[in-house]
């Protein structure tokens, strides 16, 4: 009787020791488990990161097209292509761009060439398989035609490190911060290049002329986009 005793709680122990070892090896899975679903969530973290850098970029551009609007320049429908500066440091770059977009691209000499849809900031003046090269508005060779957003008065775009708005007619009523539009055959017209700084004047001169004044330095440079199907 006695071993029969001893077989039912030798056999009743291993039961206990049995559902012991079944619960941690549950546990343990759990456990596991957990931790697949925590490296599951790091793993989805960056791509929600990604998608965060994604909306704000979003954003940025959604404002960018709002600006351009409000400053009066109409929806960009040209076919753009964008192109990446490269670098010329040390040195500086005078206004003169060299682009990573050439005749593969579709680019061309004289395609005009933008910092933002609807922005000119130069054009294309030589083009190999590969890579371009544009002047700027702030090359002291640049020169350009453009108008007022307000009025009929014509302008000069004299290109520089400042470029500057010329030969504008004393008779106009400007002041400090009218912007000013392409009116060059060689660029679509009312394409936007800045506003004007404080006029001033010269003893005998029957011009004004004011600074250019940009949204964007020289050195901000680090993609452009050119129009590759004008005119």
Do not use: C
């Amino acid at each position: 009787m006695r071993s029969l005793k001893s077989v039912f709680g030798l056999v009743s122990a291993l039961a206990v020791i049995a559902l012991v070892l079944a619960a941690r090896a549950e546990a343990f899975s759990g456990l596991g488990t957990v931790r697949g679903f925590i490296a599951s969530f790091m793993g989805r973290s960056f791509a929600y990161e990604e998608l965060v850098r994604l909306r704000a970029e979003n954003e940025a551009l959604r404002a960018e097209r709002s600006t351009l609007l409000e400053a009066g320049i109409p929806p960009f429908s040209y076919n753009l292509r964008r192109a990446p500066v490269h670098s010329r440091y040390p040195f500086g770059a005078q206004g003169l761009f060299t682009v990573a977009a050439g005749s593969e691209q579709g680019v061309q000499e004289g395609m005009p060439v933008l910092a933002a849809p609807g922005a000119l900031i130069g054009k294309v003046t030589k083009v190999t398989r590969t890579q371009s090269e544009v002047i700027t508005v702030w090359n002291s060779a640049w020169r350009s035609s453009a108008r007022f957003e307000r009025g009929e008065a014509k302008a000069l775009i004299a290109g520089g490190a400042t470029p500057q708005v010329t030969l504008i007619p004393r008779n106009q009523e400007l002041t400090g911060g009218v912007r000013v539009l392409s009116d060059d055959p060689a660029f679509p017209y009312g394409l936007f290049l800045g506003a004007t700084g404080e006029l001033s004047e010269e003893e005998d001169s029957p011009w004004f002329s004011a600074p250019l004044t940009l949204p964007y330095a020289e050195s901000d440079m680090r993609e452009v986009l050119i129009l590759v199907d004008f005119p």
